[in-house]
C-alpha cells in the first residue's frame, strides 16, 4: 500500500462503509500520535498539535485549511494559544473513512514542515 500522504481523498457519499478495525489497524501506524475520540457516537480522530505562541498555532490551521480545500475534505479546527487541536472525520457516513487517514498523515506533514 503507498504512504497515507500519497494518496488522494476520493469523494465520499452517504451509504459508504466506515473503516473496519482490519483497515484502521493498517492506517494507524502512519499516524501515531492521532487518537480515535468516540464524541456523539462517532469516531473521530485527533491530535494536539503544540506551539510556542498564537501566532504559530494561527498559521498552521491556515496552512491545515488551505490542504482540507485542495483535498475537498474539512476537519474541525480549534485554535488556542499554544495550540491547535484537530479533527478528521466523515460527516456523511458519521465515522472514519480512509480519506480521514489520509488528511490526518498530510496534517502531520504540514506540521513537521514548518
Known amino acids: 500500500m503507498a504512504n497515507l500522504t500519497e ?3 476520493v469523494a465520499c457519499r452517504g451509504g459508504e462503509p466506515t473503516a473496519t478495525l482490519e483497515e484502521i489497524a493498517i492506517y494507524k501506524p502512519e499516524i501515531p500520535e492521532w ?10 480522530l485527533e491530535r494536539v ?10 498559521a498552521f490551521t491556515n496552512q ?3 490542504l482540507a ?8 479546527i480549534l ?4 495550540k491547535v487541536t484537530v479533527t478528521w472525520w466523515t460527516h456523511k457516513i458519521k ?20
Open 7 to 9: 494518496l488522494k481523498c
Open 35 to 44: 487518537h480515535i475520540i468516540p464524541r456523539d457516537d462517532i469516531d473521530r
Open 49 to 58: 498539535f503544540p506551539f510556542k505562541n498564537f501566532a504559530q498555532a494561527v
Open 64 to 66: 491545515v485549511a488551505e
Open 69 to 76: 480545500e485542495h483535498e475537498g475534505h474539512h476537519p474541525a
Open 79 to 82: 485554535t488556542e494559544w499554544g
Open 95 to 114: 465515522g472514519l473513512h480512509r480519506n480521514d487517514f489520509i488528511m490526518a498523515a498530510k496534517t502531520d506533514r504540514v506540521y513537521q514542515a514548518r
